[in-house]
C-alpha cells in the first residue's frame, strides 16, 4: 500500500497561496522519520528528495520505496507526502518509476536543448499515465551535487518555455542558485531572470535549488515571483553533524549507554527536525496540508 501523491496538487495550491513547499532530502531511516514527523506535527505538506547517490546508498529504490510507505504507515502520517527523485538521469528516473516514486526530476540541463527536450518528452508521457509529476531543469544549478558540477548559470526564458510546454508538472530554472554552502563573494538571485521565466512559463510552479544559506528575504521575494518548491539538502546535513560532534565532543557517548545508536543519533535527528521546522516556518507551509 503506497499514501504517497503526485506533487503536481500540492505545489499548484503553494503557488496559488503564495507559499512554498519544501524538498528535504533524506539519507537514512533518521532522516526520513525527522522529516516526516515534523511535516505531520506542523501539517504542512512535504516532499522527500532522494538523490541517485542517496538511492544506491539506501540500497536502491525499491528499499526507499519500502521504508517511506512503512513509515507513513506506522507513524500515521495524513500530510501529503511526495517521494521525489532528485536529479535524475534518463535511466534513473525510468527505475525511480518502476520502483513506486510519485515524483521524478530529469535532470537534462547538461544537455544541448534538442535533447533535454527529446528525453523529457519521452517521461512526460510515462509521468502522465500513472499520475507522477515531473520536475525539469534548465540551466544548470551551480556548486556540485553527487558529482556532477554546474556553473550557476541563469536560464534562457525562451528554453524555459519549450520545456515548460511539454507538459512538465514544475519547472526548475538556474537563477544563480547553487548547492552547498554559498561562498562569500555570491552575486545573490537574478530576480530579473526569476521574473522573465515567469513571464514565459505562465502558471507553472518554479523550483528553487541550493535553499542552503539563501538570505530569508530573497526566498521570500523569489516565492513572490513563482518559486513554490525550494530544495534543501546540505543544511541538513550540517546541522545533524554540529548536532553530533557536540555529544561526542562532550564524552556523551563514552557515559552509561551513551554509545547506544539510538541515542548517539538522537541529537542529530532533533537538530534535522528543528532545521525542517525553521524551513517549513519561512516557506509558509505551515498548516497548508488540510
Ligand atoms: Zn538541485
Given at each position: 500500500m503506497?499514501?504517497l501523491v503526485?506533487?503536481k496538487?500540492m505545489?499548484n495550491k503553494a503557488?496559488?497561496?503564495k507559499y512554498?513547499?519544501?524538498?528535504?532530502n533524506?539519507n537514512?531511516l533518521e532522516?526520513t522519520k525527522?522529516?516526516?514527523l515534523?511535516?505531520?506535527?506542523?501539517?504542512?505538506?512535504?516532499?522527500?528528495?532522494v538523490?541517485?547517490?542517496?538511492?544506491?546508498?539506501?540500497?536502491?529504490y525499491?528499499t526507499?520505496?519500502?521504508?517511506v510507505?512503512?513509515?507513513?504507515?506506522?507513524l500515521?502520517?495524513?500530510?501529503?507526502?511526495a517521494?521525489?527523485?532528485?536529479?535524475?538521469s534518463?535511466?534513473?528516473?525510468?527505475?525511480?518509476i518502476?520502483?513506486?516514486?510519485?515524483?521524478i526530476?530529469?535532470?537534462g540541463?547538461h544537455?544541448?536543448?534538442?535533447e533535454n527536450?527529446a528525453?523529457t518528452?519521452?517521461?512526460?508521457?510515462?509521468c502522465d499515465?500513472?499520475?507522477?509529476?515531473?520536475e525539469a531543469?534548465?540551466?544548470s544549478?551551480?556548486?556540485?551535487?553527487?558529482?556532477?558540477?554546474?556553473?550557476g548559470?541563469c536560464?534562457?526564458p525562451n528554453?524555459c518555455?519549450?520545456?515548460?510546454?511539454?507538459?512538465?508538472?514544475m519547472?526548475a530554472a538556474?537563477i544563480?542558485?547553487?548547492?552547498?554552502?554559498?561562498?562569500?563573494?555570491?552575486?545573490?538571485l537574478s530576480?530579473?531572470?526569476?521574473?522573465?521565466?515567469?513571464?514565459?512559463v505562465?502558471?507553472m510552479p518554479?523550483?528553487?535549488h541550493?535553499?542552503?544559506g539563501?538570505?530569508?528575504?530573497?526566498i521570500k521575494?523569489?516565492?513572490s515571483?513563482?518559486?513554490a518548491k525550494?530544495?534543501?539538502?546540505?543544511e541538513?546535513q550540517?546541522s545533524?553533524a554540529?548536532?553530533t560532534?557536540?555529544?561526542?565532543?562532550a564524552?556523551?557517548d563514552?557515559?552509561?549507554?551513551?554509545f547506544?545508536p539510538r541515542?548517539l543519533?538522537a541529537?542529530?535527528?532533533?537538530a534535522?527536525k528543528?532545521t525542517?521546522?525553521e524551513?517549513?516556518e519561512l516557506?509558509g507551509?505551515?498548516?497548508?496540508?488540510?
Amino acid at each position: 500500500m503506497s499514501n504517497l501523491v503526485s506533487a503536481k496538487e500540492m505545489l499548484n495550491k503553494a503557488r496559488d497561496g503564495k507559499y512554498a513547499v519544501g524538498q528535504f532530502n533524506i539519507n537514512n531511516l533518521e532522516w526520513t522519520k525527522a522529516i516526516l514527523l515534523t511535516a505531520e506535527e506542523l501539517r504542512s505538506p512535504v516532499i522527500l528528495g532522494v538523490s541517485e547517490g542517496a538511492g544506491k546508498y539506501m540500497c536502491g529504490y525499491k528499499t526507499v520505496v519500502g521504508m517511506v510507505n512503512g513509515m507513513m504507515e506506522e507513524l500515521k502520517i495524513t500530510v501529503p507526502v511526495a517521494l521525489h527523485l532528485d536529479h535524475g538521469s534518463f535511466e534513473g528516473a525510468k527505475a525511480c518509476i518502476n520502483a513506486g516514486f510519485s515524483s521524478i526530476m530529469f535532470d537534462g540541463s547538461h544537455y544541448p536543448i534538442e535533447e533535454n527536450i527529446a528525453k523529457t518528452t519521452a517521461l512526460v508521457n510515462a509521468c502522465d499515465v500513472l499520475g507522477i509529476s515531473l520536475e525539469a531543469e534548465v540551466g544548470s544549478i551551480g556548486g556540485e551535487e553527487d558529482g556532477v558540477v554546474g556553473m550557476g548559470e541563469c536560464a534562457d526564458p525562451n528554453e524555459c518555455k519549450q520545456i515548460a510546454d511539454l507538459g512538465v508538472t514544475m519547472l526548475a530554472a538556474g537563477i544563480g542558485n547553487i548547492h552547498g554552502k554559498y561562498p562569500a563573494n555570491w552575486a545573490g538571485l537574478s530576480f530579473e531572470t526569476l521574473a522573465a521565466v515567469k513571464e514565459k512559463v505562465g502558471d507553472m510552479p518554479l523550483v528553487l535549488h541550493g535553499g542552503t544559506g539563501i538570505p530569508e528575504d530573497m526566498i521570500k521575494k523569489a516565492i513572490s515571483l513563482g518559486v513554490a518548491k525550494i530544495n534543501v539538502n546540505t543544511e541538513c546535513q550540517l546541522s545533524f553533524a554540529a548536532a553530533t560532534r557536540t555529544y561526542i565532543e562532550a564524552g556523551k557517548d563514552q557515559q552509561g549507554k551513551g554509545f547506544d545508536p539510538r541515542k548517539l543519533l538522537a541529537p542529530g535527528f532533533e537538530a534535522i527536525k528543528a532545521t525542517v521546522k525553521e524551513k517549513m516556518e519561512l516557506f509558509g507551509s505551515v498548516g497548508k496540508a488540510d
